[in-house]
């Protein structure tokens, strides 16, 4: 079993920046694909970036290209998301997720699941 803890989530200004990090236990996710997820209020989870287990492969969605960077430290048992340049639309619950699918994209593929951080961007 894996346990995930999100955290560094908050408000913050359109324009500003947002470090999250998502913490595990239980078991090494050296050998785990990560990702981020959001859910906004009324809407389905999305995807957001997702990083292989050695970082040398990284997957973003087109909404946050250039402007949020995923990164792992296996040796801390963490990953994390660095937002840049938030938007009001980014607003929503942050979710990370290990899998040991190839399918970093789809939601139902991931294994575990942290209980989320919200995310609020202000006008």
């Known amino acids: 079993q894996v346990q995930l803890v999100e955290s560094g989530g908050g408000l913050v200004q359109a324009g500003g920046s947002l470090r999250l990090s998502c913490a595990a236990s239980g078991r090494t996710i050296s050998r785990y694909v990560m990702g981020w997820f959001r859910q906004a209020l009324g809407k389905e989870r999305e995807f957001v970036a997702a990083?292989?287990?050695?970082?040398?492969?990284?997957y973003s969605a087109d909404s946050v290209k250039g402007r949020f960077t995923i990164s792992r430290d296996n040796a801390k048992n963490t990953v994390y998301l660095q937002m840049n340049s938030l938007k009001p639309e980014d607003t929503a619950v942050y979710f990370c997720g290990a899998t040991r699918s190839d399918s970093a994209y789809d939601s139902s593929r991931y294994d575990y699941w942290g209980q989320g951080t919200q995310v609020t961007v202000s006008p």
């Open positions: 990083i292989n287990w050695s970082g040398a492969s990284i």
